[in-house]
């Protein structure tokens, strides 16, 4: 095998010469390839990657992964993966080490060169999500049959939730009952499997044991009475490298836990636009704002609605040649490509310091063109995104609002701070949206809407009289629509979640707005109402029309209605009632009437 340079302690003592007189040291290669986390806390001990020591090539950071085994002992050992265990690259990554007065681990024998055929395990190493610290805690609950059994646990849980598409699972503690649960967010239902109703005590262990795999959490141990966040990252046996986001809340009655499931692979590749459910007219939108020099393209929404996915589908259309740099927090999605370059800002839940002030001061140094802000939440992100759009970057950010109208209102708040001046002024806010996501009926086994009111069925004056006000308020008849089958079918049905049954993921209902004059000029005089009715003016559709300029999210879900893809009954819940609808229109053809009767009146004096 190939030779490593190594300083003979002995021989440097003496004379102080035979530091530059190396000796040539045999590199031992590990016969069986490690395929998981556990294998590797069982066989590697270390303290931190050094592939940044030797400016190691991104490329190779998934096949090779240099570690210093103690701090400060300078004795290496090598993760490198199997198509790679006789490369070049490795042996040159040997030499770089060797200039650098690294020395490879004699190990008394034992291996000091590891070949692992899990290369997103090695990514994970050499990108520090795996580091000393946590590979240590995880050596304990591997080499603990009881802690171990709590970490297969846990993986299952996560798996189940990755499995049935979940985007967050919640880990519900009861600590005043026998038993306790996990919830799953899937289609946006909040569901709970009969499986994982499982005993308090062993509920606790689980989040125990997770808690020590966490990275730059909040606290030693997983605490019931304090409020914890961190990330974990899993690697899971044929499904994928995840992240998951913990938010962990104490109740009343027992802590709360969600975690936030964002996949990680590296070369994972971001969903489309169109994949997501953007319209062929939005996404006409979307081309026009990223081809405009400088202004902030602003996604809004409420929790859960998908907003950093969308933001990632549409950041991974910029092309390489541009610089894009991120600050978010934490960091939810790897953004693909090495012209993308993420900042993870963590504040801690129990300070008020501005952990924003260092990036700030150095982020335009960088010659970016291109600036991702993960959400504008305070005064701190939102002077941050003022500075950007005022030196002419784009800037792609969220923010929490109800409506694209909503959008300046909430960043000129006074929680934010952002000058109605600067939102106001033409460009600085170039493309504003609000999404949401509804479930999508199974396009296998949805019923026709009469189903509801066939001659068997209960209700059928109640749903009959339900589609005749959608064809009033929209245009649009029954017939066209469908709703979901409550047996389901093969292709939808889920194991214990016979709530999901007749619905099929989820798509983006979305309202766009690219601001004008009319638009500014309202911003900056705080002109809501006026701004709102702008705003629906700008619709000439039908509703069942693809063209989606002009139309609210709401109307952009009936039109997906008409096409069979959402039941009805699944607009209402996240929108409002279409009696609602119907009120309010009845409302404002009634002011149209007082108002038309007053300028009568006024003519006629005159």
């Not at 996560?158 to 979940?166: C, D, F, L, Q, S």
């Not at 700008?538 to 300029?549: K, N």
């Not at 009120?583 to 007053?598: D, F, G, N, T, V």
Request: net charge neutral; proline share 5%.
């Amino acid at each position: 095998m190939f030779g490593f340079l190594k300083q003979t302690q002995g021989k440097a003592a003496a004379n102080p010469a035979a530091v530059a007189q190396p000796q040539r040291v045999s590199a031992i290669v590990s016969k069986t390839p490690i395929t998981n986390e556990a294998e590797l806390f069982q066989q590697v001990s270390f303290d931190r990657a050094l592939a940044d020591e030797i400016s190691l090539s991104p490329t190779l950071l998934q096949h090779i992964c240099p570690l210093e085994t103690a701090k400060g002992s300078r004795k290496v050992i090598i993760l490198v993966s199997s198509r790679h265990r006789n490369s070049e690259e490795l042996r040159e990554t040997i030499r770089l080490l060797a200039a650098k007065r690294f020395n490879l681990d004699d190990g008394f024998g034992r291996s000091n060169v590891f070949v692992v055929s899990n290369e997103p395990l090695i990514h994970a190493v050499a990108r520090g999500q795996i580091d000393g610290k946590t590979a240590g805690r995880m050596r304990a609950v591997h080499g603990d049959a009881s802690k171990s059994s709590y970490f297969q646990s846990f993986q299952d849980i996560i798996a189940y939730g990755v499995v049935n598409k979940a985007s967050d699972v919640h880990l519900n503690i009861f600590s005043r009952r026998e038993r306790s649960e996990v919830r799953y967010t899937i289609d946006g239902k909040y569901v709970a499997p009969d499986r994982f109703k499982l005993p308090t005590a062993t509920l606790e262990a689980i989040a125990r044991v997770a808690w020590q795999r966490s990275d730059g959490g909040n606290g030693a141990e997983f605490n019931l009475r304090v409020e914890q966040q961190c990330q974990i990252y899993l690697q899971l046996p044929e499904l994928g490298e995840y992240m998951l986001r913990w938010a962990s809340m104490a109740c009343d009655d027992g802590p709360q836990v969600t975690m936030r499931i964002t996949r990680v692979d590296q070369g994972f590749k971001p969903m489309g636009l169109a994949e997501l459910g953007y319209l062929p007219s939005q996404i006409e939108m979307f081309q026009r704002a990223m081809r405009s020099e400088g202004g902030a393209i602003v996604f809004s929404g409420v929790v859960n609605s998908g907003k950093s996915t969308s933001l990632t589908s549409l950041l991974s259309q910029i092309p390489p040649t541009r610089k894009v740099v991120s600050i978010e927090d934490p960091r939810e999605n790897i953004l693909p490509g090495t012209h993308f370059h993420q900042n993870t800002v963590t504040r801690e839940l129990d300070s008020d310091a501005d952990p924003f002030k260092p990036k700030v001061r150095t982020i335009k140094r960088t010659a970016l063109t291109d600036l991702f802000i993960g959400e504008i939440r305070d005064a701190q992100t939102g002077a941050l995104l003022q500075d950007i759009i005022e030196a002419g970057s784009n800037c792609y950010t969220t923010v929490h609002a109800r409506n694209c109208v909503g959008i300046p209102a909430r960043l000129s708040s006074p929680a934010i701070g952002i000058g109605r001046d600067v939102l106001a002024t033409p460009g600085n806010l170039k493309l504003l949206i609000y999404q949401a996501l509804l479930p999508v009926t199974c396009q296998h086994c949805r019923l026709p809407a009469a189903s509801l009111w066939s001659a068997d069925a209960e209700d059928a004056a109640y749903w009959h009289a339900y589609f005749e006000r959608i064809e009033r308020l929209y245009g649009i008849h029954h017939s066209l629509i469908f709703v979901r089958n409550p047996h389901g079918c093969e292709h939808c049905r889920r194991s214990g979640l016979p709530e999901l049954n007749g619905l099929k993921g989820r798509t983006v209902v979305a309202e766009m707005v690219e601001p004008d004059d009319h638009f500014n000029a309202c911003v900056l005089d705080a002109k809501v109402v006026e701004l709102t009715r702008y705003v629906e003016s700008l619709r000439t559709a039908a509703f069942d029309d693809p063209d989606m300029r002009g139309k609210s999210a709401m109307e952009c879900a009936i039109y997906k209605a008409s096409q069979g893809l959402i039941d009805p009954r699944e607009i209402e819940p996240r929108f409002k009632a279409f009696a609602t609808v119907e009120l309010e229109r009845e409302q404002q053809k009634r002011a149209r009437q007082r108002e038309a009767r007053s300028l009568k009146l006024v003519g006629g004096e005159a």
